[in-house]
């Protein structure tokens, strides 16, 4: 309301006689308000200078609103400044060259958002019908952000003369929203918002809202000057407070307004004669405010009965804040058909969600999938193979400045460094331990720490950046509910290529066809002519890389930090163990269980994400009780024990 | 079993021995002023400690160089509480009783403090505690140098309200105590400029938190009922890289939804790429690109000393800038560096901030402080765009029923917890 | 019977002696009661650690006597010390409320101390209202049993699932740790009422003894925690001892044969995870309070990870290995990360302990687990001569750091 009386207010004052001034004259009275603009005064200053009608009023605030005026500290003239070497190239508000400044010679402005935003509110009227269609979508974002009933005019009027279909959509789509607010014609309003019908972008239901705002009030009777939107019952929670604040009854006693009472009243040792040990407790307090009451010494206060006769003798109900019950009619009819299918998208969307966290879990996982599910070897560092990946993304950048290439060749490296890793890891320590799971556990746990502390010795602990490539940044989004950003469609891909991976690897080559011979009899196998420490070596390798890879992925969308992997150990061994231990459609099941899960409950408390990780974790450990094997649970030999 | 004695005895008998045995300057006649410095150098918050350990080395070694205090030099004693809370309490001890310190500098999390305060209450220490800080305490061997609710997150909030005509807030935090008592001291502030309760929406998720795709698509979509929103975001640490990207990610622009955040500085944006963020804010008492000289000298310093061009300056660096010198001169007009003296000594220090103006240390233990909001640049620094006057901290917050009657004055009322109503010391340690 | 025992297992006579021997030297030297050549900040460590070689003591029954790795038990440890934690707190700031009301006119009614004690409690998290789990608190009759029951039950509950559904072997090790993660989490959440990440500070302050100084009031933990340490390695000593210690050792080394001979080991295991959960249990009532502080950090997996690790490098199957390892370990943590140790110049670069000190833990874990499986143990194996026979064929069971070789021979 007040954003739009001012300017009204603003005209009423600029158009008295004798008032006007011209733009050196208003930038000199002015110059405090323009240095250190806020939003709350600059207003009438902004309407001034475009008041004045000087052509030179246009570009002097578009160099304003983009930061680029500036304050000489000599003389405290106004200029438009731009970079020139080391100084600032100065020109003066009328476009005359004022020559070159150094940079603390002048004082840059830099108005906040809100006065820009006032600023490009007030550009509008010259931008409109601008031969720059940048210009004039400029002008349309600004209509967007503060939409006024002024601007319904010149609006309507630039529509004619848009010649770029683009631009010419927008300001008919604007012309919408400004007419179901402000047009006087009831009528016009009504069939702007049946334009709206079904329409589920995000501005259409921020012009649609704001019609069916209420406010709650209570009376002795329903007044027939509102549009009322609904009747409330009279044991609606915080009735008695409405009528309390409306000066319809009494407030109720608090206990601390009582304790203070009887502290006023206290003579000798008691209150009204009850003694003050006997006020140590509830009931000896109220037994000693009503004697207190009955002297007439306190305001008597509302008893239970008191509020439950005021409740019944009032009426409680919401009004519209718009009086036009055609248009609240309509606006309700319109968001009706809108809210169904906006219930349908979100839902969509945080199916999307679900399903690019399960290909997160799923990409974390996949290698475990292979250490534990195929070789039954507990790997707890395999969080730190993750990290180190991570890490191999990082220095690549670092190396080359080119975000795709780097990306290019972080893959691959980040593959070999995990490979080799992995192997060293297999020769050295796991290979010892293959009879004994729960110390490979330990030992490999030992590693973990050890990888962790020492990534924090190499690269601190501060938190790395390791960029997308700019054809990542950004979302797919179908509409303004349902989206998802490229880097998420980029790790839901890569999760598929390692699923086809896997499986080409494992049921095409002959060196799948070795791992599961190892894997299913290792003596049987090595009699057969494989070397059985030779498979191991390489799948735990070709393991340990897939998480240097999903770390360089993981890196990408989140954080890469030595903690990295340690954030995703846990859930990475869920993944497997819910999915089923040696089936890769397994660790793909559970991924896409445990994401699904998780946002479901997330969806539920939306207000508390810790909550939705909590009751995951308990949903698994029950899941586990009731199928132990997991979700694809092998049968028969292949089962071991 | 006398292995087992043994070698529990040797190794009581070096770590008895060891602090002893550690001399590192020997420059004065008189036995130096210790130092302790207990911030945490491993472990999830050394990524933000261990430069406030260098920021008190700097200024130790500085104060050396001009003389030290009182014609005695300074030693630092530095400890590691690797991010472990009750490490934090162990480790106050072993420098109050053991290195038998004059002053101690450290914590970060509200929950390292806690730890802290019972040892520091009992022994009668002093800690110089330099972060912002959800308020609803006073001691009085703390001298709390970083902003109060009041210095920071009202500020903010209210910069909102009346420079971005902000109508709805989505208030979004790591779920620790810092965030819950700001967003709550806000929520009633909030409500108190009218906001209604439907119009604040609260999310807290877990610390190192990555997956944000839910939560920023919840809160784009509080846009529906054509209100404005505004984001305001005590999201600590990692979690804070995670968020940014998935706003850029998702298109967020500061001009559509802005986000201010009290817990992101120079520092934590230093891990990330700042070009999608520009126009997004923060809160702080200081930011690195305040153009002053002491600022300026200040951050020469720092290179210098870190031997780092690169390196940044925050908030907190200030605090402790503003904190030691403090101190220093608190010393120096006491005479002595007994606690008792130096306590009384230092209300009503005052000494020149980083960003212009004067801190001045008030009787509740907090300092006046501007209260700068920055827009994110395209280079990880900020543009300062809004400086109010010093604001005193309030260390009970005047927005929540229960602490508004408290007030803290460690000058006249010899207090931390007054009860205005009552007239009243509710307590003299600190809750904890 | 106790003779029998006694003389049956000498380790322990040589394990209580030495604890006596030692708890006497620290009073001695103490502040609080002897000369003061020992810093309370060091009792206190003492003290704690204690207490850890108690929760390692339970570990190496369920692990090295059982074969369970459980990566449960420092929840259970944590889950004690919030139970204290909560009776602490409540009755410390019950103390100061009920003094700050009597100074005003009126007396309090009991209403008003409760709301004073929640304000004070909960107010720095925001919160007004004491959530239900604190029913309890005000008392530490109820309270102080729930140190037992709470981890007690949460044990059999989980017990009960994961056994009767035969999850074993590292799937339970995993299951263990999702418990730990799940509950870590949960007391995360400010919702759960435990003052999430704050958790419960000010412990070290026992109510009713506020005048009584730190000094004393750590060198009454460190005897009551020494005495405890005593209590539970005799009860484990009991109970490995004898058929049912003989059972436990044979769902260790082959829990299939052991089921098919007619033990219910589902029975067998319960019993032992409950068992050593509430051990745990109570060994973290008594170290927070020394603490001074819970917060979740302190369930974190980890945690109980390295409790295995404290277990494996004392040298597993063995009480007293149990004790060492922790003991050792967790001093010698405090030790190099206290930042006492000397960083080692290499010239091109200096070692700082802080820094490489988790590198050589995790390294040594890695070295034990090869090279060493029987742990600081297995020196004492040696000092008692108990050699490995010169065996061919395959180990006695999975677990080759135990000591099968001198069981067998019983």
Redesign the interface.
Known sequence: MFRLLLPLAVALCLGLPGFAQTLPEILSLERAKIEKPSRQTIGPVIDAITATGDPAAAALLRAWGDRHLGLRKSDGAFFVIAPEGAGWALTAPDGTSAGLAAKADVTELKPNAGVRELIAAALVQFTLSDPDPANRARALDAIAKSPAASQLEPLRAAIAGETDPALKTRKERLDTFLTLQFDPDSAARIAAIQRLEGDTALDARGALNPLLLTTRHAATALPSDENIAAILPADLPGAYDLLVTAGLAPARLT?KDQ?DA??AH?RDGA?AGVP??D????SG?DKAYEALEQSGAVPPAATDAEVAAALKSHVFYDAYREKDKGVTDAARAALASIDTKVGLMTATDLGLDALSLASIYFLAAIGLAITFGVM?V?N?AHGEFIMMGAYTGYVVQQLIPNYTISIVVALPLAFAVTFAAGVAMERL?IR??Y?????T???T??????????A??IFGTQARPLTAPAWLDGQLAFNDIIAISYIRIAIFVLALAFLAFFLWLMKRTRLGLEVRAVTQNPTMAASMGIDPDRINMLTFGLGSGIAGIAGVAIGLFAKVTSELG?DYI?QS??TV?VGGVGNIWGALAGAAMIGGFQKGIEWLNPA?T??A??YM??F???F???R?RGIIALKGRAAGD | ?????R???A??A???A??MV?PRFAFAQEAPIKVGILHS??GTMAISETTLKDTMLMLIEAQNAKGGVLGRKLEAV???P?S???LF???A??LL??SKVDVMFGCWT??SR??V???IE?LNGLLFYPVQY?G??SSKNVFYTGAAPNQQAIPAVDYYLNELGVQKFALLGT???YP??T??ILESYLISKGIPKEDIFVN?T??GHSDWSKIVADVVALGADGKKVGVVSTINGDANIGFYKELAAAGVTADKLPVVAFSVGEEELSGLDTTNLVGHLAAWNYFMSADTPENAAFIKEWKAFIKDDKRVTNDPMEAHYIGFNMWVNAVTAAGTTAVDPVIDAMVGQKFPNLTGGVAEMLPNHHLTKPVLIGEIRADGQFDIISQTEPVPGDAWTDF?P??AVLESDWKDLKCGMYNTE?K????L?S?? | MSRSFIARNP?IL??L??LA??TL?ITVLSEGFGIG??????V???GKTLCLCLVAVAMDLIWGYTGI?SLGHMAFFAVGGYMTGMWLMYAR?EE?VV??LA??????????VAQGVT??IF????G?DLPAIWSFAHSAWLQLPLVLIVPGLLALV?GW??F????N???L???T???T??LA??L????SGL?????L??L??LPGLGHVS?ATTSILFFLASAMLLALGYVLAAFVISGKFGSALRGIRDDEQRLRFLGYPVEGYKLFIFTLTAMIAAIAGAFY?PQ?????P??LA??AS?YL??WV?IGGRGRL?GA??GA??VS??S??F?????PSIPLGFYTIHW???W??L??????AV??FA?KGIGG??DRLAHIATPARHGAALG????ALQEKEAQE
Not at chain 1, 435 to 439: F, I
Not at chain 1, 445 to 454: D, E, N, R, V
Not at chain 2, 424 to 427: E, G, K, L
Not at chain 3, 195 to 199: A, F
Request: net charge neutral; glycine share 6%.
């Open positions: 206990p304790k009887l502290a206290l209150v003050l040990a006020l140590a407790t509830q307090r039954r507990i707890m320590v010892h331990l009879k004994r799971p729960l110390e556990l330990l030992a746990f030992g590693i973990s720490i050890a990888l962790q502390q020492i924090k010795n340690s846990v061994f869920m163990v508390n810790l909550a990780q909590t974790i308990l698994i450990i029950l586990i009780q009731f132990p | 079993m006398q292995f087992t004695r070698k529990l005895l190794t009581v070096a770590a008895l060891a602090p550690a150098l491993s530095v400890v590691d690797a472990d809370w009750p309490a162990e480790k001890r072993e009783t053991v509200s929950v806690k730890s305060l019972p040892v009992e959800e609803e305490e779920d620790y105590v819950r008592t967003n709550n807290y877990p610390f929540l229960a602490s009552t009243t010391c509710v307590q340690t809750n904890y | 380790s040589w394990f002696a030495s021997v030692f030297v050549l020992i810093p309370t900040a060091f206190k460590t003492l790795l700031t100061i003094q700050a100074s005003g006119p009126i007396p309090a009614t009991p209403e008003e304000t004070q107010g720095v998290v925001g007004s989980f699932l994961a009767r559904a035969r999850v072997g590292v799937y090790s995993i299951l740790q999702a418990m993660l799940a989490l949960y995360f959440q400010n919702d003052r999430g990440n704050n958790g500070s000010g070290q302050n730190q927070y603490a001074g502080i819970i917060n950090a302190e997996p980890i990870i295995a690790v494996a007293y004790v060492i003991a050792f001093l010698l405090s030790w990360t206290g930042g006492m140790a802080v820094d490489w988790t590198v833990l995790g390294l040594s874990f890695v687990t090869l499986p020196l004492f999975p677990n080759d750091g």
